[in-house]
């Protein structure tokens, strides 16, 4: 008797449709697993940053950088800013971009200053390498990433007028202040600072540009970078995923009101929020 050799083409379509409908299923968890381990590796680099500030402040008697601050409009020494007081900590530039933005507002043909989607970061800034940027001379030609300060985290010289007339009292000056875990240092942001209060508005859909509302600046960093999430380094330098409905739940500045919201009649009820943001956990 002739032995049978090889498959049928039954057999073969057998066989591609258990690998397609297997594929089909591997497929999406494959896509979260990459996610998740994008997002971890976000929090790696921010626990990198926390020891950052931690240094700069070490080696300044515990206070912060000026930050950037005005006085009748002009800026007042812009370059004693995160972006370039922090230089001499750390090397690779890499280190200021979230994996999960892998290009930036330049690269799509937006610009380089932000606010062009979730998962754009800021920058390139144009020139020679390594020449001062003229209009944000607290950056050099070649920045770009997608972290950003709690602009609230600095320590503002005597008789300055704050840019956007924030208080001096809002301010966290130094690391040497009680409850430093329910401060947000450094985060997931769409430019390079953001300073939030209590009465901002929620983006009306995600990744809606931050100078949209330049007074509003909770959209800097409500968006959906991380699955409802976006990660943030504390003063105390722990690192956690923060729900989006949740950014009005932190110690922004000294007088943030955890009590009320960006409602009139103070805290939120679900149905309170733009639909896109409904779905996620507080």
Excluded at 37 to 45: D, F, I, N, W
Excluded at 156 to 167: E, L, T
Excluded at 248 to 268: A, I
Aim: aromatic fraction near 14%; proline fraction near 7%.
């Amino acid at each position: 008797m002739d032995s049978r050799k090889g498959f049928t083409l039954v057999e073969l379509l057998v066989v591609i449709a258990i690998i397609a409908l297997l594929m089909s299923i591997l497929m999406p968890a494959l896509s979260r697993v990459r996610r998740q381990a994008k997002s971890v590796l976000c929090q790696t680099r921010l626990k990198q940053w926390g020891a950052c500030f931690e240094m700069y402040a070490g080696d300044n008697n515990g206070g912060f950088m000026e930050g950037w601050n005005e006085d009748g409009g002009n800026p007042v020494e812009p370059r004693d800013f995160w972006m370039e007081s922090l230089r001499p900590y750390y090397k690779d530039p890499d280190l200021r971009m979230c994996p999960s933005t892998p290009k930036t507002g330049t690269e799509v043909g937006g610009g380089p200053y932000g606010g062009w989607g979730t998962f754009v970061a800021w920058g390139v800034f144009p020139g020679e390498e390594g020449e001062i940027f003229g209009e944000w001379p607290c950056v050099i030609s070649g920045d770009y990433g997608s972290y950003g300060n709690n602009g609230f985290i600095c320590s503002p010289a005597p008789g300055v007028r704050i840019i956007q007339d924030s208080p001096v009292k809002y301010f966290w000056r130094r690391v040497d202040v009680k409850n430093t875990g329910a401060i947000p240092l450094f985060m997931d942001c769409q430019w390079l600072d953001a300073r939030p209060r209590d009465t901002d508005f929620p983006p009306e859909y995600d990744g809606e540009p931050w100078n949209i509302d330049h007074y509003n600046q909770m959209n800097r960093v409500c968006m959906s970078r991380h699955e409802g999430h976006i990660n943030i380094v504390y003063m105390d330098h722990a690192v956690r995923p923060v729900g989006l409905r949740a950014l009005w739940k932190q110690k922004w500045h000294r007088y943030f009101d955890l009590q009320n919201s960006w409602t009139e009649e103070g805290g939120c009820n679900l149905n309170d929020w733009p639909e896109w943001l409904r779905g996620f956990p507080d």
